[in-house]
């Protein structure tokens, strides 16, 4: 079976600019969550999307935002790219609902924004 | 606020036990998690607790709760080359997010 599957690997962008990143979850699991990962530090929680609705936001600013479809992929969507930006985009599926919770996550997609 | 805090570093010795320790602040916590992440890769989960158990062994590895001090643990028995990488501790306060520590980075010596 698949794991957790992010695209693109790796991404280089300028200042100002937008960009998208996109998950695909295990089969069968319903809830994506993204993490930032900026390099020395843990993941830091952005989103989660359970049955393709928001149902947690970490303290990141409005630039931030995501969306789950049908199938249960997921893009995160950052505007107006700053240079802090610049970090590992983790995409993590689950089941979700109650219970362990127990997240698999994907590569992640290195961003760089110069 | 929601805070969860390792040492950074840890150094231990091919075949003794290494024991990479965790505080959390958040007393509504729900799951505790261990995860591992190796060079260039992402993270991979390694175990959890229930709030409600002290302990809980898994092979090699054991983890320890002690709620009162909001206090995780992770143990690893004859700890081995292969277990160099970054350990994240995690903390389930609310359904909807887990809050990860900055990690610890397991260093073997030979």
């Known amino acids: 079976d698949a794991g957790v599957t992010q695209s693109p690997t790796h991404l280089i962008k300028t200042r100002g600019q937008h960009v998208t990143l996109r998950c695909s979850p295990i089969?069968?699991?319903?809830?994506v969550s993204w993490y930032q990962q900026v390099l020395g530090q843990g993941p830091q929680f952005i989103f989660q999307?359970?049955?393709?609705?928001?149902?947690g936001r970490g303290n990141f600013p409005d630039r931030f935002s995501a969306r789950q479809f049908p199938n249960y992929s997921s893009e995160l969507n950052v505007n107006a790219l700053l240079l802090g930006d610049s970090a590992l985009y983790l995409c993590?599926?689950?089941?979700?609902?109650?219970?362990?919770?127990?997240?698999?996550f994907g590569p992640g997609t290195r961003l760089t924004v110069t | 606020g929601e805070d969860v805090e390792q040492s950074l570093f840890l150094s231990v010795r091919e075949g003794d036990s290494s024991v990479i320790n965790c505080t959390y602040t958040?007393?509504?916590?729900?799951?505790l998690y261990w995860y591992k992440q190796e060079p260039g890769a992402g993270l991979q989960l390694l175990t959890y607790?229930?709030?409600?158990?002290d302990m809980k062994q898994d092979q090699r590895l054991t983890v320890l709760l002690n709620k009162k001090d909001k206090h995780l643990s992770l143990r690893i028995a004859d700890t081995q080359t292969g277990d160099s990488a970054i350990y994240f501790c995690?903390?389930?306060?609310?359904?909807?997010?887990?809050?990860f520590g900055k990690g610890t980075r397991l260093h073997i010596l030979p």
């Open positions: 993590a599926s689950s089941l979700g609902g109650q219970g362990p919770y127990e997240q698999y």
């Open positions: 089969s069968g699991h319903k809830s």
């Open positions: 999307y359970y049955e393709k609705e928001e149902r």
């Open positions: 958040d007393s509504s916590s729900t799951y």
């Open positions: 607790i229930f709030s409600n158990m």
């Open positions: 995690a903390d389930r306060p609310q359904d909807d997010k887990i809050i």
